[in-house]
Structure formats: structure tokens, C-alpha cells
């Protein structure tokens, strides 16, 4: 089993920054793809940042210029890295990973992290 765990969230004012984590558990032997979603009240998931293995990166467009993911493949975690924040940010952060496990990829899901920006 693959367990995701998301820590990092919190409550910040508009302008402010933070930096949210996720570590990937189990018995992975590699993980292609990260990424970073989100998902507000009322709205659907949408994909905030993505991190393929050899670092390649793409950003949602509302986020380009002001988060930054990254990865550390010996620890099988990722970042995202939040700056400028603004209240349309919050939501729930969810993290993701595309992982071979027992010669089988599929994708993962951490449990989530609250953001919330005040104005």
C-alpha cells in the first residue's frame, strides 16, 4: 500500500506565503509524475502544478510567476511552494502521485491540506 500524507497548511494573509509538503509511504519502487491540486467549496478539482521525475514543471496559469513545485526523489516527497497568495487560493491542496508499486503504476491521493488566505 501507498500512503500520502500532506502537511504544510494553514491560515495566512493575502500576500503572505507558505509551503506545503507531501511524502509518499509504502513500498514504491519509482514515481513518475507529481502534482499538486486543488479544490475550493462549490467548485471542481483543478490541477495546480505538476513535476515529472527529470523536473520538468507546468503551472496552472492562475499560480505561474507565484508557486514553485519541486521534488526530492529520495524521499519520494514534493513541494509547492506559495507566495503572493491571494484569497482565491483557498481551498483544500491535495497532492498526487503517479507510482509503480509491485511492478504496477497507478495513481495516488494524500488526504488533502487546508489553505486559506484572508483578505
Known amino acids: 500500500q501507498v500512503q500520502l500524507v500532506e502537511s504544510g497548511g494553514g491560515l495566512v494573509q493575502a500576500g503572505g506565503s507558505l509551503r506545503l509538503s507531501c511524502v509518499a509511504s509504502?513500498?514504491?519502487?519509482?514515481?513518475?509524475?507529481m502534482s499538486w491540486y486543488r479544490q475550493a467549496p462549490g467548485r471542481q478539482r483543478e490541477l495546480v502544478a505538476v513535476i515529472s521525475r527529470t523536473g520538468g514543471t507546468n503551472y496552472a496559469n492562475s499560480v505561474k510567476g507565484r508557486f514553485t513545485i519541486s521534488r526530492d526523489n529520495a524521499k519520494n516527497t514534493t513541494y509547492l511552494q506559495m507566495n503572493s497568495l491571494k484569497p482565491e487560493d483557498t481551498a483544500v491542496y491535495y497532492c498526487?502521485?503517479?507510482?509503480?508499486?509491485?511492478?504496477?503504476?497507478?495513481?495516488?491521493w494524500g488526504q488533502g491540506t487546508q489553505v486559506t488566505v484572508s483578505s
Open positions: 509504502g513500498s514504491i519502487l519509482s514515481i513518475n509524475d
Open positions: 498526487n502521485m503517479n507510482a509503480n508499486v509491485g511492478s504496477m503504476w497507478d495513481l495516488y
